[in-house]
């Protein structure tokens, strides 16, 4: 009964390195959410993804971060040239979305540093 | 955007005691989630609520959504050293938005 994975759990880059963090949703759930957590906040929306489409980016920023969930294998989210007010931890979840029902099951998270 | 007011921020109680937070919002929600974060983890689902003046039960915990769909709140009876954590509500706005917006979250402590 594998719930939501998302590795690393840790994720150390230099200022300028390209961090991937990696989300295998849980079993027969096809949409996925990417969410940003910083010290002492609640989550912050970035992206929510269906299989092969980007439904809602509206919470990425403009530059540097991409995202997508392909036919085969885990969702990515992509930050190029990382800056370090991009450490952060970085929530995945993904729902089945059933009768109008959205019911959001988050991963560990990544917890991505910036040095 | 739409934005959730959570409080009180922090809490700190005896072992025992029932504890009671809340969320605002100024726009209506269509779906209000509450989960509990440990922490170096995820957020854990406690309640789900759909419907205006929905009140759902889930062992010690209690939770509603308001008649106005703009708050929502929780109740924890006797309260056990488990219980500490951080508490956050979410909800979904928008119509056929599917992103969650978070509260800002209360810290539970629990004095033994």
């Known amino acids: 009964n594998a719930g939501v994975m998302q590795n690393p759990r840790h994720l150390v880059r230099r200022r300028g390195q390209e961090a991937r963090l990696r989300c295998s949703p849980m079993?027969?759930?096809?949409?996925v959410y990417w969410y940003r957590q910083l010290p002492e906040e609640g989550l912050k929306f970035m992206v929510y993804l269906q299989k092969e489409n980007i439904i809602d980016e509206s919470g990425m920023p403009k530059e540097r971060f991409s995202a997508e969930f392909p036919k085969e294998g885990p969702s990515i989210l992509r930050i190029q040239q990382v800056v370090r007010g991009d450490s952060a931890a970085y929530f995945c979840?993904?729902?089945?979305?059933?009768?109008?029902?959205?019911?959001?099951?988050f991963g560990a998270g990544t917890r991505l540093s910036v040095l | 955007g739409q934005q959730l007011n959570q409080s009180p921020q922090s809490m700190f109680i005896q072992e025992g005691e029932d504890v009671s937070m809340n969320c605002t919002s100024s726009?209506?929600?269509?779906?209000w989630l509450w989960y509990k974060q440990d922490p170096g983890e995820g957020p854990v689902l406690l309640i789900a609520?759909?419907?205006?003046?929905e009140l759902t039960s889930n062992g010690r915990l209690t939770a509603q959504f308001g008649i106005t769909r703009k708050d929502s709140f929780l109740n924890i009876s006797a309260s056990i050293p488990s219980d500490v954590g951080i508490y956050f509500c979410a909800g979904t706005g928008d119509q056929g938005a599917q992103k969650l917006v978070f509260g800002q979250g209360t810290r539970l402590t629990i004095n033994p």
């Open positions: 079993k027969g759930h096809s949409h």
């Open positions: 609520l759909y419907k205006a003046g």
């Open positions: 979840a993904s729902s089945l979305v059933l009768g109008g029902k959205n019911i959001q099951y």
């Open positions: 726009s209506i929600f269509n779906t």
